[in-house]
């Protein structure tokens, strides 16, 4: 998605410290105004082998806004009882809480992704140890200073993974060579180790995009949804098929200045619940300029301008299924498989 977006940043009082964090602890911790709960975890991330209450707010006007223009980190000492905050001076689409011992010294680290949405499909990661208290971020994997990854390229995927029979663990991170989804020549997997006060790589691997591979029967199996009121069509990956579903109005509370609001929701195994994998709202020129800077990030980003209509995307906030459940796993592959970049079009008149 060649997505054009306004980040704001947001200052919170109160909390500076030295370094890339922004932290404090005490007794009397009051969050500031605009943070909204995303997700929240119960483990010992201190060392006092007590659990801790780690809570990862996002910053925006409101709950439902799907960008989050700052992260903030709350974690309550379960055994003293105070807070410890961390702003990741960060933001993005849909981040996630990872809990794991990442430096392997007996104590669990707390590690946040997001997605930044835009066309390359990279992610931001923020990893850090609480380890007596004292928060402290991780670097990042690279194989040099100040490099990300194996080809300093930025990460599309970074998460924990066990690394030997002792459970040590460690993270893989997936790289995509090329600027784009679309131009995509390669992707490359590599494990690391936390050695010596650094990532150590261990391994890597090297694969073909998977629409290259001729022995894939999926990929030529497309559909093409048209809405000719909307003036747009998209390209529906193949393994969308008998997964979702399309719901089209003219009139949503959630975009109340939008002409026309498509939705693409990913339906259950069993019919019985569905969720947004992505929105397309279609603003006139003028409305659209009536939005704050704000409003404009908080909705999406647009992905085309064409005779004074601007067409705008909304990704999900998070995956709203259990990550490592059949529901969570398709609804992650879908995302993903939808290279919007490309499967976007607008209408011919």
């Given at each position: ?12 009082a ?21 943070m ?15 659990a801790?209450v ?18 903030l980190?709350v ?24 809990i ?6 007996k104590?669990?680290d707390?590690m ?16 850090y ?26 990460f ?14 460690g ?59 909307a ?6 990956p ?11 109005e003219?009139?949503d ?31 006139a ?21 064409e ?6 995307v ?9 990550s490592?459940?059949a ?15 490309k ?7």
């Open positions: 998605m060649n997505i054009k977006k306004v980040l704001t940043s947001t200052m919170i109160s909390l500076v410290l030295s370094g890339t964090a922004m932290a404090a602890s005490n007794n009397s911790f009051k969050l500031p105004s605009n909204h709960k995303l997700v929240q975890k119960q483990v010992d991330v201190t060392g006092d082998k007590k801790d780690i809570t990862l707010y996002g910053h925006k006007e409101k709950k439902s806004d799907v960008y989050n223009d700052d992260l980190l974690i309550q000492n379960s055994k003293t009882k105070k807070t410890t905050s961390v702003s990741l001076n960060d933001g993005g689409y849909s981040p996630e809480l990872l794991q011992d990442l430096n392997n010294d104590v669990a707390i946040v992704n997001a997605d930044t949405g835009g066309s390359g499909g990279y992610i931001t990661s923020h990893i140890t609480l380890k007596n208290n004292k928060p402290s971020e991780i670097s990042l994997p690279g194989i040099a200073k100040g490099k990300i990854g194996v080809e300093g390229n930025g599309i995927k970074l998460k924990p993974i066990v690394l030997n029979k002792k459970d040590t663990h993270l893989q991170g997936v790289e995509r060579v090329g600027t784009t989804a679309s131009d995509t020549t390669s992707y490359v997997t590599s494990n690391w180790k936390w050695n010596k006060g650094k990532w150590e790589l261990i391994g890597k691997k090297i694969t073909k995009p998977k629409n290259e591979s001729n022995s894939s029967k999926d990929n030529v199996k497309s559909t093409i949804y048209k809405n000719s009121e003036n747009f069509s998209v390209e529906i193949s393994s969308w098929n008998g997964s979702y579903k399309v719901r089209a003219k009139s509370s959630m975009y109340p200045t939008a002409k026309h609001v498509v939705y693409f929701d990913y339906t259950t195994k069993d019919k019985k619940d569905s969720q947004t994998l992505i929105a397309i709202s279609v603003f020129q003028n409305d659209w300029n009536k939005l704050s800077d704000d409003d404009k990030s908080q909705i999406g980003g647009t992905i085309a301008e005779n004074g209509m601007i067409y705008v909304t990704t999900p906030q998070s995956n709203p299924f259990d490592q459940s529901d969570g796993k398709k609804f992650d592959q879908m995302y993903g498989d939808l290279n919007l970049e499967a976007f079009s607008i209408l011919k008149k």
